[in-house]
Nanobody, 122 residues
Framework: QFQLAESGGGLVQPGGSLRLSCAAS????????VGWFRQAPGKEREGVSC????????NYADSVKGRFTISRDNANNTVYLQMNSLKPEDTAIYYC???????????????WGQGTQVTVSS
């Protein structure tokens, strides 16, 4: 059964770090680009980062450049989002999604996980 499962969210103080995981089951994640998106209360969903199927191309939203790093381990069918120097404005539900390309994901296509809550607060 095709499934994406995010994990690793939680409550962290400003300046802290979290690592999110997106684990795939029922299919080989290595054939797909994987993106991380987030949605804060009352705001539209925004793209955070994306990685190509082979991992040789990544992109980031300006708001997270230099703080977040996306990576993938195709052997373990998992993609990660390392989040450092977290800010209160990073608070949101974080979702991972897969599609053929990052362009497709950013155009709104793809299959989605259920999300994991990240809260940055003192």
């Amino acid at each position: 059964q095709f499934q994406l499962a995010e994990s690793g969210g939680g409550l962290v103080q400003p300046g802290g770090s979290l690592r999110l995981s997106c684990a795939a089951s029922g299919f080989a994640l290595g054939y797909y680009a994987v993106g991380w998106f987030r949605q804060a209360p009352g705001k539209e969903r925004e793209g955070v980062s994306c990685i190509s199927s082979r991992g040789n191309s990544t992109n980031y939203a300006d708001s997270v450049k230099g703080r977040f790093t996306i990576s993938r381990d195709n052997a373990n069918n998992t993609v990660y989002l390392q989040m450092n120097s977290l800010k209160p404005e990073d608070t949101a539900i974080y979702y991972c999604a897969v599609a053929g390309t990052c362009r497709a994901l950013l155009s709104g296509f793809g299959s989605w996980g259920q999300g994991t809550q990240v809260t940055v607060s003192s």
